[in-house]
């Protein structure tokens, strides 16, 4: 039982050791999208030009309550200034809500529930000498099911602090 528990850490650290080689970037994103949110922000890249973005966050309004999860396929690009890119992509995710205020509870019919929504993203980021991401980015989200918003629409602006690896 031990050479197997030893062999699973000796393959788990492989793999780390492996992936570390890679471009990556984990980090926050705040932002706003009716109630200040945060969201655990990890990006992958696939190629020079291209990344996956998957975000895990909790908002907060003074209304309700959501946890959500996003993920964006995102195109990058060069500008004319040294560690400066900008990304647009585009995505979905899903989420779950629920109201903590009684106007709302008594106006729908439900007072927690779930929803899906696609996502556009454009944004600029600055990528240090040392192993730091800051960007700033706006993503406008199209929201389905459940009485989530009256709209069916948000857009959120949000600066983002990653540590790449």
Known sequence: MKKVFLFAIMLLGL?????AQEENAIGLRLGDNDGFGTEISYQRLLNSDNRVELDLGW????????????GLYQWTWDLDYEGF?????????LGTWEYNDDEYKERFDDDSGSFIFIAGDIGIEYNFDIPLQLSLDFRPEIYFGDDFRDDDFGSDIALSVRYRF
Do not use: L, P, V
């Not at 793999?15 to 992936?19: I, N, P, R, Y």
């Not at 890119?85 to 995710?93: H, I, N």
């Open 15 to 19: 793999s780390f050791s492996t992936q």
């Open 59 to 70: 908002r907060n309004s003074s209304h309700y309550d959501a946890i959500k999860f996003t």
């Open 85 to 93: 890119r900008w990304y647009a992509g585009a995505g979905g995710g």
